[in-house]
């Protein structure tokens, strides 16, 4: 279906946020025609709907279209999700090299998501020369911007004295600082260190929190991790690792949790 474009049908992207939370279809009609205007955080708004099938029917190829679009308009979000479409195969086949061009363009737009994501890409060698001081340098850039994922790795980096000079104190504070900000892997290194220094209360809140909003993969390594713990308290929320674990998993997550029920 084509839309008629009428310029004072054009909202301002606030306005499109806002219609998206109470009506996505009716939100969906002004954002493409606001896309269409050229306005360009529409570009990149009408992109993600399209990506999650909000409001509109989803459409992977499309939304990477208009992502692209709003990248070359100068959208640093929409160069990251260009990028996070090219790396994962959304709308298009799997191409690290290209993501890493899109999630640079964000990097120099000073956006902590390009930081973090062009950072992984590096720390791995996908898509780049591997390079660990240069993924270290957009850690922490992503870090100092405020981004929880990247203070816990910038975390391991320090506490590892990979590409640095080792600082476990600094370490340790990024880590509180990712956890505080909300990111459950720094939730859990937060929370070891606390078990390492005795608070174990303290230990024990932070690990039941990582419990609940961690993903899969978060949850079948660190249960393994908890297992080796030598304070009781800490070792017990193993088990619940792998209930969560099978809750959100496969026949395996389960039958592993069976085995670690019948251990005790």
């Not at 120099?108 to 390009?114: K, R, S, T, V, Y």
């Amino acid at each position: 279906m084509t839309w008629t474009l009428r310029r004072e049908d054009v909202v301002d992207a606030q306005q499109l946020r806002d219609m998206l939370q109470d009506n996505p279809a009716s939100a969906a009609r002004a954002i493409l025609i606001a896309a269409q205007a050229n306005i360009v955080e529409a570009q990149a708004l009408l992109g993600q709907i399209l990506l999650d099938g909000t409001g509109i029917e989803q459409d992977a190829a499309l939304a990477l279209t208009w992502f692209q679009i709003a990248a070359r308009n100068g959208h640093a979000m929409a160069a990251n999700m260009a990028g996070r479409c090219h790396e994962h195969g959304w709308g298009c086949e799997p191409e690290t090299s290209k993501a890493a061009e899109y999630y640079r363009q964000a990097a120099q737009a000073e956006l902590d998501w390009g930081f973090y994501n062009y950072g992984n890409l590096l720390a791995t060698g996908r898509g780049v020369n591997k390079d660990q001081a240069r993924a270290l340098a957009c850690y922490r850039k992503a870090a100092q911007l405020g981004h929880a994922k990247s203070m816990n790795l910038l975390g391991r980096y320090l506490e590892d004295g990979v590409s640095c000079d080792q600082d476990v104190q600094a370490a340790h504070d990024w880590y509180r600082r990712s956890a505080e900000a909300g990111d459950f892997r720094g939730q859990f290194s937060h929370a070891l260190v606390l078990a390492d220094h005795g608070r174990i209360d303290d230990a024990v809140v932070w690990l039941t929190k990582a419990l609940h909003i961690g993903n899969l993969n978060f949850l079948r390594v660190s249960r393994r991790t908890l297992l080796q713990a030598t304070h009781p308290q800490v070792r017990a929320l193993a088990l619940d690792y792998y209930q969560r674990a099978a809750a959100l998993g496969n026949a395996q997550d389960a039958a592993e949790y069976r085995e670690q029920v019948k251990a005790l």
